[in-house]
């Protein structure tokens, strides 16, 4: 059974270590006043030699001893909480990659948002497909670098329903302040609904191409509706003549699957005409499936 959360925790350690500090300060300072004036030289025009006080070093030596080992102490002991996690906390993989996150839970179900249910204790297993970012929950008071190649972890108990940003805490690239996602705590039941189901999205033939977009982090930087993004839209692309930069030379292409699948794997060899050559490639990102998937959804957009 566990006690507390890491909101708690932290907020408490802050809060003791804040009451310290302050009353420090306050006293500190008008101590010093307190001496400016008693001493200055108006008041004491022959300089006098003052010999120890054997009781006044005694507390100045054990009362800050004993105030920094109590702040060490109740952090320290913060500290091992948070980095132990619950036996029985839910696994999700959490990656990042430039410019999304990706969540998936024990039954191979991906999401771009950390959906969890209320009161159960979750442990995030964190890597990066491809530089340093950080997965920062400010309401859970949790913070980790996602490193490639290497994992990290984080747990928290998501003991309050509703939805809490998600960010990227290490600066990764051009679209590094649109690394954000959202924590939704739902009840257990629909969490469990929404765990079995798998998403479709009304009137496309190819539901699986819309998920991947999603899940793959395609729609932080493309849009499906026209709109222009930090991408091209993919709105009415298939088919369609594209002006291109490649090596530096205007070119004009016909979007087809060939070319999106190139555009897809090696986004850098043409660059549409007014973007720039910011997406990473996506070839460890997408199976060969999962591009023709995502190429049969984009020629159904019109
Ligand atoms: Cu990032």
């Known amino acids: 059974m566990i006690s ?17 500090a302050i009353v420090l300060l306050i006293s500190i300072t008008f101590t010093m006043i307190y001496f400016v004036v008693k001493y200055n030289r108006k008041n004491n025009p022959a300089p006098e030699n003052i010999e120890s006080n054997l009781m ?36 999700v993989k959490a990656t990042g990659r430039m410019w999304s996150w990706q969540f998936e839970y ?31 929950i400010p309401a859970f008071r949790i913070k980790e670098d996602a490193v490639p190649g290497m994992q990290t972890f984080l747990w928290f108990l998501p003991d309050r329903a509703g939805e809490y940003d998600l960010f990227c805490s290490e600066y990764c690239g051009t679209q ?32 699986q191409g819309v998920k991947l977009l999603e899940e793959k982090g395609c ?6 509706d026209g709109a222009i993004g930090v991408g091209p839209s993919f709105k009415g692309l298939f088919g369609r003549r594209v002006i291109v930069i490649a090596g530096g030379k205007e070119r ?34 997408m199976s060969e499936e999962e591009i023709s998937e995502i190429i049969n959804y984009l020629k159904e957009l019109k």
């Open 176 to 207: 590094h302040s649109s690394m954000v996602s959202k924590v939704i705590v739902i009840p257990q039941k629909d969490f469990d609904s929404w765990y079995t189901a798998v998403a479709v999205k009304k009137g496309s033939a190819h539901p």
């Open 252 to 285: 004009e292409v016909f979007a087809d699957e060939a070319y999106l699948k190139k555009s897809i794997l090696h986004p850098g060899a043409d660059i549409v005409n007014g973007f720039t050559d910011i997406m990473p490639p996506q070839s460890d990102n």
């Open 4 to 20: 507390g959360n890491s909101t708690e925790t932290v907020n408490n350690v802050f809060l003791f270590i804040l009451v310290i």
């Open 106 to 136: 024990e039954n191979g179900r991906k999401d771009a948002e950390l959906r969890v249910p209320l009161g159960k204790p979750v442990k995030l297993l964190i890597t990066s497909a491809d530089v340093i970012h950080g997965l920062y």
């Open 219 to 224: 729609l932080d930087c493309h849009t499906t």
């Open 56 to 91: 006044l070093e005694i507390t100045w030596i054990v009362v800050p001893t004993i105030l920094v080992l109590a702040m060490f102490y109740y952090g320290w002991s913060g500290f091992r909480f948070m980095r132990t996690a619950p036996e029985n906390a839910m696994t």
